[in-house]
């Protein structure tokens, strides 16, 4: 392997790892991932049990650019999901326990 291709596969294989962290959501037998349109979830989810607009993304200016929303997900043993969209797409997926 000449010393070209060693850097070269590093790089790829942390472009790899970086896909397999994109954060997903299974409900039901469907999944959700990073990048989802609002109505792709929706669709694929059902409602969610809560949904609100938690701020805004600013641009250079401070101006409001996006808003940013939660909808949240009930899950099992007290635990649920927060999706959150920013732009009407999937950004971001946490699990919280009570």
Do not use: H
Not at 12 to 39: E, P, T
Not at 47 to 56: C, E, Q, V
Request: proline residues 5%.
């Amino acid at each position: 392997m000449n010393r070209l291709s060693r850097p070269a596969l590093l790089l790829i294989g942390l472009g790899i790892a970086g896909l397999a962290q994109a954060d997903s959501f299974r409900c039901g037998g469907k999944l959700v991932n990073s990048g989802d349109r609002l109505y792709d979830v929706q669709r694929k989810c059902g409602a969610p049990a809560d949904r609100s607009i938690t701020g805004y993304t600013l641009d250079a200016y401070g101006r409001q650019e996006a808003p940013v929303e939660e909808w949240v997900y009930p899950g099992g043993g007290g635990a649920y999901s927060v999706l959150t969209f920013v732009a009407g797409r999937l950004d971001k997926v946490e699990l919280r326990r009570p």
